[in-house]
């Protein structure tokens, strides 16, 4: 099992800047790469960005050169810096962690608000 708790969120205007965390508890040493989804209202679940062990980053087309994410050298927190922040960026945000074989990892959820 795996356990992921995130932090971070709140409001904050357009243009401004939050960093989310999400701290990884269980069998964290399993996890092979871990990242950020977003769901917004009336909209579907979008991957944000994601980090695998080697340290490979990707990132939506609509976050890239604005959001950072990162993870620390025992990989059991990653981060999301998200700068430049736009009202689009609203939306509940997801940290998971995938588990070969065992499967992905969610956390509850965390809301990002960007007033205009």
């Known amino acids: 099992q795996v356990q992921l708790v995130e932090s971070g969120g709140g409001l904050a205007q357009a243009g401004g800047s939050l960093r989310l965390s999400c701290a990884a508890s269980?069998?964290?040493?399993?996890?092979?790469?871990m990242g950020w989804y977003r769901q917004a209202p009336g909209k579907q679940r979008e991957l944000v960005a994601v980090?695998?062990?080697?340290?490979?980053?990707n990132y939506a087309d609509s976050v890239k050169g604005r959001f950072t994410i990162s993870t620390n050298n025992a990989k059991n927190t990653v981060w999301l810096l998200m700068n430049s922040l736009k009202p689009e960026d609203t939306a509940v945000y997801y940290c998971?962690?995938?588990?070969?074989?065992?499967?992905?990892?969610w956390g509850q959820g965390i809301q990002v608000t960007v007033s205009s």
């Open positions: 998971y962690a995938l588990r070969a074989i065992a499967g992905i990892y």
């Open positions: 980090i695998i062990e080697g340290g490979g980053t």
């Open positions: 269980g069998s964290i040493f399993s996890i092979s790469r």
